[in-house]
């Protein structure tokens, strides 16, 4: 079963960084799709940015220049790092990977920016 685990969320002041993290177990294959969603309560959950199997980024136009995705396919693993962060960032933010034409979901992880 795969199973997605978040880490790196908090609480930072508006221009600061943050690094999120996710790590994918229980897929045999590397050539599957991650990405970060984020959610307000209340709101949809948005698209932030996919990176693909062969390196392959998209970024909404919100974050552009601002964040980057990469992975390491040895580890499973998709990183988002966020810098120049704005108040409007306030999210809850989910991993996600795409495979077998299945969406699987991390259990989210807060990041909440201060003005």
């Known amino acids: 079963q795969v199973q997605l685990v978040e880490s790196g969320g908090g609480l930072v002041q508006a221009g600061g960084s943050l690094r999120l993290s996710c790590a994918a177990s229980?897929?045999?294959?590397?050539?599957?799709?991650m990405g970060w969603y984020r959610q307000a309560s209340g709101k949809q959950r948005e698209l932030v940015a996919t990176?693909?199997?062969?390196?392959?980024?998209s970024y909404a136009d919100s974050v552009k220049g601002r964040f980057t995705i990469s992975r390491d396919n040895a580890k499973n693993t998709v990183y988002l790092q966020m810098n120049s962060l704005k108040p409007e960032d306030t999210d809850v933010y989910y991993c996600n990977l795409f495979f077998g034409w299945r969406h699987y979901w991390g259990q989210g992880t807060q990041v909440t920016v201060s003005s």
């Open positions: 229980g897929i045999s294959s590397s050539f599957f799709t």
């Open positions: 990176i693909s199997s062969s390196g392959t980024t």
